[in-house]
């Protein structure tokens, strides 16, 4: 039996044939030109080196083995035969930037200079194991091309013609897409029996080279964007490329994105014939060819999809989606998704979903990550539905939407602010003003006597009441007075105080003064309150000489103006005299405090309440010492500045801690001695008593009085009260008090920014409540805290930034109303409007829409023939039918002008299948028309559906005349689809098709002006309404 004939590989090689470094330097390009010319020239005569170069000339490599599918039950083994990553050759087709050889000689018969057709040869680009690629300038055109030719053995040879049949069909598919994300085909040359292409030239690097520099987040996903909008346009167009990645995208130096190598592509449906290009006979024999044979695996080993590696499910545009995402993988990861020592132990990796890690530091989000993972999907179905949907996940940048959404809050922020701002200064400017200090005294004096501090049992009040002037007269006898020093002094009282009424002259004579003088010498811890005037008088030097003790050191008091006192008769003088003290009165006229030393001819002196306490501690006025920032008084330091003079502390003295002049002095006449009751005696021993009058002809001088007392006495007595417990009532200085009303403007600011309007009016409460309980609280402590600045500041604050932020918010609702008000349904509207904190903006932005031109035909010729109103009449009711379907569908009216209909999809409620709905609504537009057929007006509509990248939002000048609309390239592309649709017809772009998918029945056409490719819609069965 005859043995069968050996392969041509088997055959015993010859002493001429091919040697492996002669094969390497052979496909990289770098033999000389005589070298290289006798390869190929020995190529055409040796079957043995052919067969043993296909395999590594075609590309990629593993296009021809039979596939063997994977059980999925089974994990896979390891001992197949490793496909190496090297194996991912570097495409140089229109790409300086793919690694070159180093030394790419051109082949002698593509000297520089020399010509193919009318393009000039100037220098090879690259070699490849099926060709060549050289650059080429046009002189017909002025502009530099790539020229790929295919390797003189493969195109001579007949048993090479599915390389030529690849070579052709790749310049077909990549002469079929229109896009400017995919490298353009100039022309189909075939010359001397050699088929060339030539192609567009792109001056820049391959997306593997360009990765191989740290690229931001931002930066990848602005080139897949680019890239994944021309496989989507390949899509659109029938053809599925089945070779995606890194070497085949390639990038210009001028941030260009383009895709390459359609050696591999598939047509779904059959392909559109391609352009042709004289002096290229039989060429519809080559383009009308299968691209490759069923049941082969072809790609790129790492990059190719399951479905490719095993067969187990069609190979579809999810295929290229599934590649696509590995080569962004790679490019964020820096490394492929899934490794593996063969084919099948890849697969099983992409079936378990096991992960390559990281070999970078690069941050992916976690919602870009999201996304790439559901593309490398092992089950095609859990996949995106089609490219384009993948690249709106890609645009769906949550980062990009937060950048917006924090722009608009720092604008809320920043007004918020500024009106806080503006309100807290407004507050803080009057509070230091006269007229606001006295409404502060006020609200302090309410304040401080709705919570008095407790009364000190030690200080009891003498009134001279209306009674006892009745009982006793006016002015008060002297023995009278006498009679009751005399008992007080028997009774053991601590310090007695009269108050300033003894200027009065006596009625019954000096023996009366006499006798009153030698009761306060007896009993000694007397103290007499002489008024300060501003009357000149020339005892009140004698006085002062006689009071102050040499210890003092002369010289003006720092706070006091008074220039003389009137003092009491000589024989009043035993006693301790001391100056009234100079009230200081607000504009408000409320007695806010007294101050601890007065000034009595330059000498500074303890006031009334100080002399007091200084005779109970058995203290003569001998013992007062000046210090340099104020005097001494035995353990006691009076400073005599500012902080001399002190508030009252609004105290309220019991029914025990009052009592009246006339009532004790009943109690003396009717005895012998000066001698009161002993449970009087027991009630006022070691207490310090106050005498002063009361009526109610006296003007009130502040909140002090309790219409008892006079309001000095009282003043006095809170005085003393806050000396014996060494706790006097201070005023919390005016720095402080600003800075409170500073913090009580940025708490509610804030509050009124983070919050919603509703709790903002609790949030105001719980301020104004905290003030409020805080200055009674520092009250009862004796510290008085101005509470209206801070109040007033919180409701200033409130109001004005809810007040601007309700109307900013408002004021924004109503630019929406009244730009989508008519164009979009009232109640998607109110939707939009009620969630356009995060939905919708009128501020310009990038976004992809479809965009429906509706073009209405017929009513001019009608004109003619019948009455303008019946006319008119029907061209309303199909322009309304044309927008009661678009806004049916979600969609908006841009504009409804002349005999045209123009509707945006996608904005501005956000929308993935906007371009299926755009479609819905152009059948059910022409769907509405055919109803009409009977109708005399003979109207016909056409439209033009288009898909795309358009800028969105308000646009106008700054005259004030703003229009929210559509601007770019899907505008214009609609309104010529619609002129070119057929009639009643519904013309759609390629973007539209590709991301409707299969949902409708499309045709491809070439009916633009610029011979672009378009669809025509036949029918569809998802025209209902969303």
């Not at 022309?187 to 191989?212: C, I, K, N, P, Q």
């Not at 929406?816 to 356009?836: C, K, Q």
Request: proline content about 7%; some cysteine.
């Amino acid at each position: 039996m005859a043995s069968p004939p050996r392969p041509p590989s088997a055959q015993p090689p010859s002493p001429a044939c091919l040697k492996p470094h002669e094969v390497s330097l052979f496909l990289q390009g770098q033999l000389p030109p005589e070298r290289r010319q006798r390869v190929e020239a020995h190529l055409g005569g040796c079957a043995r080196c052919r067969a043993e170069l296909a395999p590594t000339a075609a590309d990629p490599p593993r296009d021809s083995r039979p596939a063997a599918p994977v059980r999925p039950s089974e994990p896979p083994s390891q001992d197949t035969t490793r496909t190496e990553d090297s194996q991912d050759a570097t495409r140089a087709e229109g790409s300086r930037a793919a690694p070159r050889p180093q030394a790419s000689a051109a082949p002698q018969d593509f000297e520089p200079g020399s010509r193919v057709g009318r393009y000039v040869i100037e220098r090879v680009l690259g070699t490849g194991g099926m060709g060549a690629v050289y650059l080429a300038h046009d002189p017909e055109l002025h502009r530099r091309v790539a020229i790929k030719r295919l390797h003189s053995w493969m195109s001579e040879r007949p048993e090479h013609e599915e390389h030529k049949t690849r070579f052709l069909r790749e310049a077909q598919a990549m002469a079929s897409v229109s896009h400017p994300n995919v490298v353009t085909i100039h022309d189909l040359l075939h010359v001397e029996g050699r088929f060339f292409v030539a192609m567009e030239y792109v001056e820049g690097t391959t997306l593997r080279e360009w990765s191989r520099t740290p690229r931001s987040t931002r930066q990848i996903l602005e080139i897949f964007r680019h890239a994944g909008a021309g496989l989507a346009a390949a899509h659109a167009a029938g053809l599925i490329h089945r070779d995606i990645k890194p070497s085949n995208i390639l990038i210009g130096v001028d941030g260009s994105v383009r895709v390459s190598d359609f050696g591999l592509a598939r047509s779904r449906e059959g392909l559109p014939d391609a352009p042709r290009s004289e002096g290229a006979p039989g060429q519809e024999r080559w383009l009308g060819q299968e691209l490759t044979r069923a049941g082969l695996v072809v790609g790129t080993p790492g990059y190719m999809a399951p479905e490719q590696m095993t067969l187990l499910f069609p190979v579809d545009e999810r295929s290229d989606q599934f590649s696509f995402c590995v080569a962004l993988y790679e490019t964020l990861h820096g490394c492929r998704p899934f490794a593996g020592d063969n084919d099948a132990e890849v697969e099983w990796n992409i079936r378990t979903r096991r992960f390559q890690p990281s070999s970078t530091r690069t941050r992916v989000p976690p919602w870009l990550s999201d996304v790439v993972l559901r593309g490398l999907s092992h089950d095609p179905k859990e996949r995106f539905p089609s490219m384009e949907a993948l690249l709106q996940a890609l645009a769906r940048d949550p980062a990009r939407e937060q950048e917006s959404a924090r722009n608009r809050v720092r604008r809320r922020v920043r007004r918020g602010v500024l009106l806080g701002a503006l309100a807290t200064a407004l507050v803080m400017a009057l509070a230091p003003t006269h007229a606001w200090r006295g409404f502060e005294e006020r609200a302090q004096g309410l304040l401080l006597t709705a919570r008095p501090r407790p009364w000190n049992k030690q200080v009891v009040l003498l009134a001279i009441d209306q009674p006892t002037i009745d009982t006793v007269g006016w002015p008060q006898p002297r023995h009278v007075q006498a009679r009751m020093v005399e008992a007080l002094g028997r009774a053991g009282v601590k310090a007695l105080g009269i108050d300033s009424f003894l200027y009065l002259p006596a009625r019954d004579g000096p023996s009366a003064d006499a006798a009153l003088g030698e009761a306060i010498a007896r009993y000694g811890r007397v103290v007499l309150a002489a008024p300060c005037t501003f009357e000149a008088n020339d005892k009140a030097q004698a006085l002062a000489q006689r009071l102050e003790s040499s210890s003092l050191a002369p010289g003006p008091s720092p706070r006091f103006g008074c220039q003389g006192v009137l003092a009491p008769q000589e024989p009043l003088l035993r006693g301790s005299v001391v100056a009234q003290v100079e009230v200081a009165r607000s504009a408000s006229g409320n007695v806010r405090g007294a101050y601890l030393l007065s000034n009595l001819a330059g000498r500074a002196l303890p006031t009334f309440a100080l002399g007091m306490y200084m005779r109970g501690l058995g203290l003569p006025i001998s013992d007062i010492l000046q210090e340099p920032d104020g005097v001494r008084l035995g353990a006691l330091h009076v400073p005599t500045d500012d902080s001399s003079a002190v508030l009252a502390s609004f105290r309220r003295p019991g029914a025990t801690d009052v009592l009246s002049y006339g009532a004790l002095y009943a109690e003396l006449a009717q005895a012998r001695e000066p001698v009161f009751p002993p449970a009087l005696a027991e009630h006022l021993k070691d207490k310090y008593v106050l005498v002063g009058q009361t009526a109610e002809s006296v003007r009130d001088l502040g909140p002090f009085a309790n219409g008892q007392t006079l309001p000095l006495v009282l003043l006095h007595a809170s005085l003393l009260s806050d000396l014996l417990e060494a706790r006097p009532v201070r005023e919390l200085p005016l720095g402080l008090q600003l800075a409170l009303i500073a913090l009580c403007g940025a708490l509610l600011t804030g509050a009124v920014l983070v919050l919603r309007p509703s709790l903002t009016f609790a949030s105001v409460l719980v301020v104004l409540l905290g003030v409020v309980g805080g200055a009674l609280l520092l009250a009862e402590r004796g510290v008085v805290l101005g509470p209206l600045g801070p109040m007033v500041a919180s409701v200033l604050v409130f109001g004005l930034v809810l007040a601007g932020r309700i109307s900013a918010d408002e004021q924004e609702r109503s630019r929406m109303r009244h730009t989508f008000e008519g164009y979009v349904d009232d109640a998607e509207l109110e939707r939009l409007v009620s969630a356009s904190e995060g939905v919708l903006s009128l501020e310009g932005s990038r976004q992809r829409v479809s965009v429906l031109f509706a073009w209405v035909q017929g009513a001019t010729g009608a004109l003619e023939r019948l009455p303008p109103e019946e006319v008119v009449g029907e061209l309303r009711e199909v322009l309304d039918g044309v927008v009661h379907e678009v806004l049916a569908r979600k969609g908006r009216v841009d504009s409804l002008r002349g005999e045209g209909v123009l509707a945006v999809f996608g904005d501005p409620q956000r929308m993935v299948d906007h371009a299926r709905r755009a479609v819905e609504a152009a059948l059910a537009v022409r769907s509405r028309l055919e109803a009409r057929a009977t109708s005399r007006v003979a109207l016909e509509v056409r439209v033009g559906v288009a898909t795309g990248e358009a800028l969105v939002g308000n646009v106008g000048s700054r005259g004030g005349r703003w229009e929210y609309t559509v601007l770019g390239s899907p505008m214009d592309q609609a309104r010529q689809l619609a002129r070119h649709a057929p009639r009643g017809g519904v013309l759609v772009s390629a973007d539209t098709q590709a991301s409707c998918g299969r949902r409708f029945d499309f045709t491809p056409t070439r009916g633009t002006e610029a011979g672009q490719l378009a669809f025509v819609v036949r029918d569809g069965g998802g025209s209902q309404a969303a």
